[in-house]
């Protein structure tokens, strides 16, 4: 499907997937920020953000969806997103170990700090 002559392919969603984990890695390896459990709540309310606005979108409009697997009028979309909202889980999971991992290497090696 083409969209403002640009080929939206499965490629395309890989490199833009990719480069918002190169972000946010990033983003986390440079701050000092603490990442304590309750701040999930917010990756979890920014999906939920998400997802009801492309519903709200598709609504009131008929247009291409980013994730076909997403699209509410298949027969398995609720299975879909309930898959997709506990993929997320280890996601998280993964994302607050790394920010661990950083603050305790960066301890040990300045414990000066």
């Excluded at 080929?7 to 997937?17: C, D, K, P």
């Excluded at 409009?61 to 398995?76: C, N, T």
């Excluded at 998280?92 to 305790?104: D, H, M």
Aim: glycine letters at 2%; charged letters at 10%.
């Amino acid at each position: 499907m083409k969209l403002n002559n640009i080929s939206l392919s499965f490629q395309f969603t890989v490199v833009t997937h990719s480069l918002n984990a190169v972000l946010l890695l990033g983003d986390a390896a440079l701050n000092s920020l603490w990442f304590p459990w309750f701040r999930m709540c917010y990756f979890v309310i920014w999906t939920g953000v998400y997802v009801i606005f492309q519903w709200i979108v598709h609504a009131c409009e008929s247009i291409w969806w980013p994730y076909p697997i997403l699209d509410l009028s298949l027969k398995y979309a609720p299975v879909w997103y309930l898959l997709v909202a506990f993929l997320h889980i280890p996601c998280y999971g993964i994302f607050a170990l790394l920010v661990r991992l950083k603050q305790y290497v960066l301890w040990r090696w300045f414990p000066q700090s």
